[in-house]
């Protein structure tokens, strides 16, 4: 494998990849992304010409998506809306993006042979009680709850009828919570550490009991770049790093980390059909193709991360107001100083 075609490659996990695979391998990339609210041309500065391409368009545009396609040999399928509130307030463009969109790419792969890999979530399992002693594994029965979740769940399902049905080379990945550098401050850890560095307290959802599974961007990379070269096509293998924590724990520790009261914080009106719990059970991934985790230390991660927010302001500060105005559309309202938004 010598060519490959990122999409989604100018969001937070994709250019994590991007990054990844420059420094580990010999592959030529070329990102095909839309640079919506999402996608930052920032995220993937530096990168030399000779190994990196840079495409601007949608996945859906079939006629650029085939051109492409017949020029790699492999996909790796980044490419979706990607925000559960959003999704909320808005489903379209997730039917659009989500759904459509690996429609086009798969009829792209099927055409020209080439191999797929589709990165997909663990929220298409539903959610688990607290207590609950088992975890998410392959066989786990798809339960998604969320506009966002039931459209990667609908993508998956096309991806497994195009191997059953077309016999298309692709593989699935699911995810549990990626943090690191280049995550849109949205997002749960960088809009509460981009908080505190706006002198704004962070806000939690509910009573913050909500649990989950913490891996960094950086073994999430691994463990794809191990599945495009050892995996079997046809299979599903979930990634995870056994890192739960409930989001309560995660703002302490954030708080803690930037020198703040362990309290110093908000809770704000839940999240509709909030998921609970997510957990992985990654034993196929790491038993079969021999992946483990470079990152086992969610501490000192997320130490990291927020290293990285303090050092590149320059990055995040052009959509970090109007990230907060769309939480505030969005009716998001403040509980603990009487529903006065700060
Ligand atoms: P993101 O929102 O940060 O990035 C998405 C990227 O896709 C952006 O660059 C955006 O411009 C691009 N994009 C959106 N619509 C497009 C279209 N129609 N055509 C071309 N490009 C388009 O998302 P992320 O958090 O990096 O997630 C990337 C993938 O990983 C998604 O498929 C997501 O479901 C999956 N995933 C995310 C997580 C997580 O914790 N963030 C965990 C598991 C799986
Ligand atoms: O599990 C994988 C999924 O993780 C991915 O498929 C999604 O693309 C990704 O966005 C993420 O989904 P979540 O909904 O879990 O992530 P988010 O960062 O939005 O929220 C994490 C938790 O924090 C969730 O329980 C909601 C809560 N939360 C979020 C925000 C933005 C808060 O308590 N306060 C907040 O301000």
Request: charged share 20%; glycine share 8%.
């Amino acid at each position: 494998m010598q060519r490959i075609l990122v999409t989604g490659g100018a969001g937070f996990i994709g250019s994590n990849f991007v990054h990844y695979v420059i420094a580990h391998t010999d592959f030529a990339v070329t990102v095909l992304d839309k640079l919506t609210y999402a996608g930052n041309l920032a995220s993937l500065a530096g990168l030399s010409a000779e190994r990196f391409t840079f495409v601007e368009g949608d996945i859906c545009d079939a006629a650029l998506v085939d051109s492409l396609v017949a020029g790699v040999d492999a996909v790796v399928h980044y490419a979706a809306e990607s925000h559960n509130d959003n999704s909320l307030s808005d489903p379209t463009p997730f039917l659009h993006t989500n759904i459509t969109g690996t429609f086009t790419l798969l009829e792209a792969v099927r055409r020209h042979g080439t191999r797929f890999h589709h990165i997909s979530t663990d929220e298409v399992y539903g959610d688990l009680a607290l207590d609950d002693p088992e975890r998410f594994t392959e066989n786990t029965p798809y339960n998604p709850s969320s506009p966002y979740s039931s459209t990667k769940a609908g993508s998956d399902l096309l991806v497994r009828a195009w191997v059953r049905s077309f016999g298309v080379y692709a593989t699935i990945s699911n995810c549990s919570n990626n943090y690191g550098p280049y995550q849109h401050v949205e997002k749960f850890i960088p809009r509460q550490i981009t908080n505190i560095l706006d002198g704004i307290r962070p806000r939690l959802y509910g009573a913050g009991q909500n649990v989950r599974d913490w891996i960094h961007a950086d073994d999430h990379s691994s463990a794809v770049l191990t599945i495009l070269e050892k995996g079997t096509a046809g299979e599903t293998y979930l990634i995870g790093a056994d890192g739960e924590r409930n989001n309560k724990d995660v703002i302490e520790r954030i708080l803690a980390g930037m020198g703040l009261p362990a309290d110093a914080y908000d809770h704000v009106s839940d999240r509709p059909g909030h998921d609970l719990r997510y957990a992985i059970d990654s034993t196929k991934l790491r038993s079969e193709l021999g992946w483990s985790p470079s990152y086992p230390d969610f501490a000192a991660g997320l130490a990291g991360t927020i290293d990285w927010y303090r050092t590149n302001e320059a990055w995040w500060r052009p959509q970090k107001a109007a990230t907060e105005a769309k939480y505030l559309d969005q009716g998001e309202a403040l509980r603990t100083s009487g529903g006065v938004h700060s």
